[in-house]
């Protein structure tokens, strides 16, 4: 079955940054989607980016110009590099994946079946 185990996540000042890791197994298709959604205590689910197979990225708003997302295909590894970090960054981050084989401009509305357990992120001003 799928397994999405993300690393990476702490504290750190406004302005810092980090960079997350999910390493991926079970995800045998060639065409998925994979990507990294954040949440806060009483507030929905927030894509932030997301990867498609054919290379394909798309970003949340608030994100655009200040996170990368990238995935080593060799290792089974997605990553997102967080820059320029802001205190409304905090939140709780989840890596996930589905089969598509869309764009990731279509699959960042997609609904995703596989979740990793989520790894915290805490920026402080």
């Known amino acids: 079955q799928v397994q999405l185990v993300e690393s990476g996540g702490g504290s750190v000042q406004a302005g810092g940054s980090l960079r997350l890791s999910c390493a991926a197994s079970?995800?045998?298709?060639?065409?998925?989607?994979m990507g990294w959604f954040r949440q806060t205590p009483g507030e929905g689910r927030e894509a932030v980016a997301v990867?498609?197979?054919?290379?394909?990225?798309s970003y949340g708003d608030s994100v655009k110009g200040r996170f990368t997302i990238s995935k080593d295909n060799a290792k089974n590894i997605l990553y997102l590099q967080m820059n320029r970090l802001k205190p409304e960054d905090t939140a709780m981050y989840y890596c996930?994946?589905?089969?598509?084989?869309?764009?990731?401009?279509?699959?960042?509305?997609?609904?995703?079946?596989?979740w990793g357990q989520g790894t915290q992120v805490t920026v402080s001003s």
């Open positions: 996930a994946a589905e089969r598509y084989g869309a764009g990731a401009h279509l699959c960042i509305a997609y609904p995703f079946g596989y």
């Open positions: 079970g995800l045998t298709s060639s065409r998925y989607c």
């Open positions: 990867i498609a197979s054919d290379g394909s990225t």
